[in-house]
């Protein structure tokens, strides 16, 4: 039987996902809802790209509901498995492009801020997505996970495949090289002011 | 050249509260993925275990073709051991201790004959 909506919402996404490999069509609206955003917005901090991020948001979600009826709740966290899939299917498409054209910054706009604020913010937003572009994929993918996902670094390595000394070592060489390419931008960006 | 701790904080923040939006159009793709891929209710339940009886069982046909095949074994029985007139066999005869055997093929139409 399907579950009230509401009640869906409380659930956690493994429980959620038990629930669609039953069949249950209102666990697959609330993962959706759920999980695209999330997917999404990942790839595009990676990519940078809207149509590319979009084709790997869909080709992300189509394994998780093609490996549903196997998953077994505990043995991985949904996120962290999602994170993994959509970042390998990230890499995958940036290494068969010699680079990635950067689009115009994506519209951020909030109607309760003034138009100053969301121009700045879209400033800031485009500004970090450049100079994270420059980083070497694996670095550009910690401080992701890091310092804009807010993961901690044993999940990290959990997903990146590797020690969680060398998720520091990247998020450390990745925040030192960020700040070397931002730091001749710090009046454009308004922070001279502050 | 050294970090600049409070302008990445920052951005990092700024990041995280204006993230990338997926479109309408994409999320009705993402859903129509979905639920065309959902397993159909009930088809995830673990299968039986299986014996060697329902394996027969299944092989026949199951139940309803069992209980058929039941059904003609008694009425074969029956038929056998109290046979109609018409039918009439060698294990008849050995049985009611007749000492030939007579093949009648038209009795059954004596009637039909003679009022031809």
Redesign the interface.
Known sequence: MNMPYDAQAELDDAALLAR??????AA??Q???RL??RV??HA??LMHN?AE??DV??EA??RL??I??EWREGEAKVSTWLYRVTANLCMDRLRRRASVPLEDA?E?A?PAKGVEENMQ?EA??M??QEALQQLPDRQRQAVVLR??E?LGNPEIAEIMEIGPRAVESLTARG??A???L??GR?KE?G?DN? | ????P???D???Q??????????SD??A???A???A????????LPAPQTGLFMRLLGALGGWPAAAGLATATVAGLWIGMFPPDLVSDGLSQVLYGADTMTVDPLGGFDYVLLEG
């Open positions: 669609y490999a039953t069949g249950d069509a697959a609206r993962l959706t809802l695209t955003p999404f917005a595009m901090r809207t991020a979009e948001t869909q979600l189509i509901w093609r549903a009826p994506p951020l909030d913010d800031r937003n500004a970090l310092h804009i807010g925040k030192r960020l700040s070397a931002l730091a710090r960006l922070y502050d | 050249m050294t970090e600049d409070d302008m990445l920052d951005l990092f700024t990041a995280r509260r204006t993230p990338a939006e997926p479109s994409l999320l793709r993402v859903q993925d979905a639920l891929m959902q397993p159909v209710r009930g088809a995830v």
